[in-house]
């Protein structure tokens, strides 16, 4: 097992899967120190306050529009709200949302990054690089399956038909913890190329629960490929075999996928409205190439998880190199229509990010400890 630190380079999501809802779920306040915050509301210490007997009343009054606030008055009118409260956000958009998008946290109200989202990053990384050092013949014959192009095809074949039989089986990545780091809420907008619209986009803006840049927490890695390897298991990738190969090829994959990214927007004509915006994503594009740059042969590497990671990242690129036909048929499964609506555009047209700062999400550093 080898120890890991995880620095966040710039702000990081891992949604929890719920929509925090203005006035029944949180409301906005100001802290001892008169900052703005987010109050997140605990039922339980709700009805402690106004008494079981009053949900109901307080679930009416919710649905007529009025705050728990009001109802906690009503009935325990020396309460605070802090004596109600779950914990507090700090808050970093200068205009009220009706909904947050909630951090995921655990069972002790600790906001913490799933394993599950590092090893998916990780197996990104491995089988994109894998992809990409293929040559064109080999690569054609490990994507198709009866003459059919699916990404599962290239997967099965590198890592495992099935769960029982993945190389990934092996790789082991635990929870990391952010105890002691305040979570902050933030505005999420689009930069969308768009022909008769100005690109900065903030039609579908979201506001969202965030670790910000500067937080470090710690876990576990284990590379244990086994001694008997099973019939049907693949052999397991050169980056498997040790900490620092795979570090390597997580790195050379994200700087990879930055300098891509840097030269795609390089080359838009954006309008004037939005430039401003557009040149602020990509200097901080190439700080982030710049800091993966830095980690060459320094046992560590950069690598983006968590929302906002955007096609490109999610899926590795890859796909990339097929054949526009081929290309369009697997965005047309995963994204149905969007090929046809925007023809005239490259995939993906769009990209999430923070709105005050122009600050793409997700991106951080991994290094070994031992």
């Known amino acids: 097992m080898s120890k890991m630190k995880l620095e966040t380079l710039t702000s990081l999501h891992i949604g929890s899967g719920d929509m925090l809802q203005k006035d029944s779920d949180f409301v906005f306040g100001k802290d001892a120190k008169e900052q703005s915050v987010v109050y997140v509301i605990n039922p339980r210490k709700v009805l402690a306050l106004i008494g079981e007997e009053n949900v109901d009343a307080w679930t009416v009054a919710i649905e007529n529009g009025r705050s728990t606030e009001d109802i906690v008055k009503l009935y325990a009118p020396k309460a605070t709200i802090t004596d109600y409260s779950l914990h507090t956000i700090d808050m970093k958009m200068s205009r009220p949302a009706q909904q947050i998008k909630e951090f995921i946290r655990d069972g002790f109200d600790r906001p913490y990054i799933p394993g599950s989202s590092i090893k998916g990053a990780i197996r990104t990384a491995v089988l994109s690089s894998i992809a990409q050092a293929m040559n064109e013949t080999d690569f054609l014959k490990n994507v198709k399956n009866k003459g059919y192009i699916t990404p599962n095809t290239l997967e099965a074949k590198v890592f495992g038909k099935n769960p029982n039989n993945d190389v990934f089986r092996y790789v082991r990545v635990s929870d990391a913890f952010a105890t002691g780091y305040r979570t902050a809420v933030c505005n999420m907008v689009n930069i969308n190329e768009r022909k008769e619209k100005s690109f900065w986009d903030i039609s579908k803006q979201m506001a969202t629960e965030v670790l910000l840049p500067g937080a470090e927490v710690n876990f576990s890695l284990v590379l244990k490929q086994p001694e008997r390897r099973p019939k049907d298991m693949p052999a397991a990738p050169k980056a498997l075999c040790s900490i620092d190969a795979l570090l390597d090829v997580i790195n050379n994959h994200t700087r990879t996928l930055l300098a891509d990214e840097i030269d795609i927007w390089e080359s838009k004509n954006v309008d ?23 980690c060459q042969g320094k046992h560590s590497a950069v690598m983006r998880i968590g929302h906002g990671s955007g096609w490109r990242f999610i899926t590795g690129a890859w796909t990339e190199r097929l054949s526009d036909n081929d290309f369009d048929a697997i965005v047309n499964k995963a994204r149905p229509g969007n090929m046809k609506r925007y023809a005239d555009y490259d995939f993906p047209k769009s990209r999430r990010l923070e709105e005050d700062e122009c600050e793409p999400l997700g991106f951080v550093k991994i290094t070994l400890c031992d």
């Open 272 to 294: 004037s409205q939005s430039e401003e915006k557009v040149n602020s994503y990509i200097e901080q594009l190439k700080d982030l190439l710049n800091a993966a740059n830095e």
